[in-house]
């Protein structure tokens, strides 16, 4: 799925204030789809609509359907071709063809189902919501799915039956250093679908005039991110050059599952940072995660174009190495 969306949440808001809703999920994608399988969108008894399975093209035939799935409780799963020339009259670039599973909340997808979905979103624990298609029997896993998660992969297994919709948290953005960087960094990555959040306990540079609208922690390092939490949806960005900032977030970032730990520095500087870690006794293979001097090799050279490669990175280690 993509985790600015929130399908689930509005669904169970429409339940609960008595609409009813459909939810309508991409599960399959040929050629080129306007939207990836996991893609959503939620449907109320009224004709309310939020989020998008193709980006336009099919969207107003799959609300016809929903409205219908709610009137005889039944799931359906729909398959649509999206023409080159139909993709392009609503202002899409490519065509494809998509599956939607739509299923009526309540009558096929239990309430209860979606209430515990919903909380393991809210308490940022990965699970996968599991279809049979063929039975139609459902279930949530928080376990068994480790490829799935790992690689944010929705999808219908090789049986050709069973779907499962991986419902990972949203990606974050903890960058320890208040400088010219994250001022570009943070603002970059909010566009990218991260949630940002700035740490650095000297208030002149963490402060809401250098950061306006952004969640900033005037606390030392390894006191805000045990308050943040580093988990496996989370990149850790240290930009201080002041050990007495870096370290103590190391120490935890190297024993925590975050999926992206960089720091900033000439590779003389990151030498000493590895003997400091060693010295420790953090062994090798962790103190390699760190990706030090930080960012792709692009020949970066202002700020914002140092948080480009930065970001860049970031993307490469989340999507290319699993």
């Not at 990175?313 to 999507?319: I, P």
Request: glycine share 10%; aromatic share 4%.
């Amino acid at each position: 799925m993509t985790s600015v969306e929130t399908a689930p949440e509005q669904a169970l808001a429409w339940v609960n204030a008595g609409q009813g809703a459909a939810i309508a999920t991409v599960i399959e994608t040929w050629g080129s789809a306007p939207r990836r399988a996991g893609a959503q969108m939620v449907v109320s008894a009224t004709g309310d609509m939020m989020g998008s399975v193709s980006g336009g093209c099919v969207e107003g035939a799959v609300v016809v359907e929903a409205m219908e799935a709610l009137e005889d409780g039944a799931p359906r799963v729909l398959e649509y071709g999206v023409s080159d020339g139909d993709a392009f009259a609503v202002g899409l670039a490519c065509g494809g063809t998509i599956k939607v599973l739509v299923e009526p909340v309540g009558a096929a997808m239990p309430k209860q189902m979606l209430q515990d979905l919903v909380a393991h979103r809210a308490a940022r624990t990965p699970v996968a919501y599991v279809v049979d298609l063929d039975t139609w029997a459902r279930r949530l896993d928080t376990s068994g799915h480790d490829s799935r998660f790992a690689a944010d992969r929705t999808g219908v297994d090789e049986d050709g039956r069973t779907f499962v919709a991986i419902h990972n948290p949203p990606l974050r953005l903890a960058v320890v250093g208040a400088v010219h960087i994250a001022q570009a960094l943070v603002a970059m990555a909010r566009v990218a679908g991260y949630d940002p959040v700035v740490i650095d306990p000297r208030e002149a540079f963490g402060s809401a005039t250098r950061f306006p609208g952004e969640r900033v922690i005037n606390d030392w390092p390894d006191e805000a991110l045990a308050e943040v939490g580093l988990d496996t949806r989370t990149a850790l960005v240290l930009l201080t050059h002041d050990p007495k900032l870096d370290d103590p977030a190391l120490h935890l970032a190297l024993n925590s599952g975050a999926f992206y730990i960089g720091a900033l520095g000439s590779r003389r500087t990151h030498a000493k940072r590895v003997e400091r870690l060693e010295e420790a006794g953090f062994a090798p293979g962790q103190i390699a995660r760190i990706k030090g001097p930080v960012g792709l090799n692009i020949g970066a050279a202002s700020p914002s174009e140092i948080a480009v490669s930065i970001l860049a990175q970031m993307v490469e280690t989340l999507r290319m190495t699993k």
